[in-house]
């Protein structure tokens, strides 16, 4: 049965980094697409951050740009996002989810499975 458990959330400072994990027990991980979403308190579900299964491709929100770094290494099945300069606003709740070869990358809809999400808390 497939599953993704997230790891490597916690309470950093304004300015610090933190590299989230998703271990991912999903069929044909490598050609999956993955996905990082975040939800905030009384928020909605964001789109944080998108790789193709290659990992040659990758789409950020305009929020993260330049700060978020996706990655993954199939023989580990293993997808990150590292975080850099963290903000009090990126605290949330971080997802990551799976899907087979997608389009609409930044909508949560479309993805398959899902983990239960690791709290990342960015103190000013």
């Known amino acids: 049965q497939e599953h993704l458990v997230e790891s490597g959330g916690g309470l950093v400072q304004a300015g610090d980094s933190l590299r989230l994990s998703c271990a991912a027990s999903?069929?044909?991980?490598?050609?999956?697409?993955m996905g990082w979403f975040r939800q905030a308190p009384g928020k909605g579900l964001e789109f944080v951050a998108h790789?193709?299964?290659?990992?040659?491709?990758?789409h950020y929100a305009d929020s993260v740009k330049g700060r978020f770094t996706i990655s993954r290494d199939n023989a580990k099945n293993t997808v990150y996002l590292q975080m850099n300069s963290l903000k009090p606003e990126d605290t949330a709740v971080y997802y990551c989810?799976?899907?087979?070869?997608?389009?609409?990358?930044?909508?949560?809809?479309?993805?398959?499975?899902w983990g239960q999400g690791t709290q990342v808390t960015v103190s000013s």
């Open positions: 989810a799976a899907a087979n070869f997608i389009t609409s990358y930044y909508s949560e809809k479309v993805y398959d499975y």
């Open positions: 999903v069929r044909a991980f490598s050609s999956s697409d």
């Open positions: 790789i193709r299964g290659s990992g040659g491709i990758t």
